[in-house]
């Protein structure tokens, strides 16, 4: 079965760069989520989208953005890194499913950043 | 979103139950009940969520008590593939989804 895709992997940038993390959620779901977890931390929720509009935001910084296309893919930019931006990014997605008790949240494998 | 309490760790032998308890006690009545866990570095995966009845699935029980402010994951036949961090998470049931607030969970070393 098709899982979601995280791209890069992994990811090497200097302070004060640039990053575009790109997440494919899997086919037919219509939310996406954006988590953080730094090291030795629990995921900490950053920003969702359903049906291309953001849905809920947490604890984002402002040098964030991210947004969902028309296809329902997702890419977080995040700009003048700082070291503490080092972390496990994980995008999440599932389907909205209307009428049912639960739509879980289905999570890619992360991309690791790590800021010099 | 209530507030969870979950043991820190927890220790299991290899093919014995796992018992994991958390605490909510400030829970509302239109609040769930869900289980993810986390496998070393990889993504959280759900296990099972539930309002007030006891529920199973493939992977694991869910038992909530009469009052809902307390449940227990069990995993009725640990094994070392079970080590992750549970982590036990309430809220409320919304149709699109709804971000998931991860507190501190329970770290299960399950042990040959």
């Known amino acids: 079965a098709a899982g979601v895709i995280q791209s890069p992997r992994h990811l090497i940038k200097e302070k004060r760069e640039t990053a575009t993390l790109k997440c494919y959620p899997i086919p037919r779901h219509d939310t996406v989520y954006w988590y953080q977890q730094g090291p030795g931390q629990d995921p900490q929720f950053l920003i969702s989208?359903?049906?291309?509009?953001?849905?809920d935001k947490g604890s984002i910084p402002d040098r964030f953005s991210a947004q969902q296309f028309s296809d329902y893919h997702s890419e977080l930019n995040m700009s003048s890194l700082e070291l503490g931006d080092s972390a496990l990014y994980f995008c999440a997605s599932s389907l909205a499913a209307w009428g049912s008790s639960y739509n879980e949240q289905f999570f890619g494998p992360g991309t690791r950043l790590t800021v010099l | 979103d209530a507030k969870t309490t979950q043991p820190p760790s927890m220790d299991c032998a290899e093919g014995r139950a796992a018992n994991l308890p958390c605490n909510h006690s400030t829970i509302s009545g239109n609040e769930y009940v869900y289980w993810y866990r986390q496998i070393h570095s990889q993504g959280p995966q759900y296990i099972i969520h539930g309002l007030k009845n006891n529920e199973t699935n493939e992977m694991a029980s869910l038992i909530i008590t009469e009052d809902r402010k307390s449940s227990t994951l069990i995993l009725p036949h640990a094994t070392l593939r079970d080590t992750a961090v549970y982590y036990c998470?309430?809220?409320?049931?919304?149709?699109?989804?709804?971000?998931?607030?991860f507190g501190q969970g329970t770290e299960l070393s399950v042990k040959p």
């Open positions: 989208f359903y049906e291309k509009m953001q849905s």
């Open positions: 998470i309430v809220r409320a049931y919304y149709n699109q989804g709804g971000k998931l607030i």
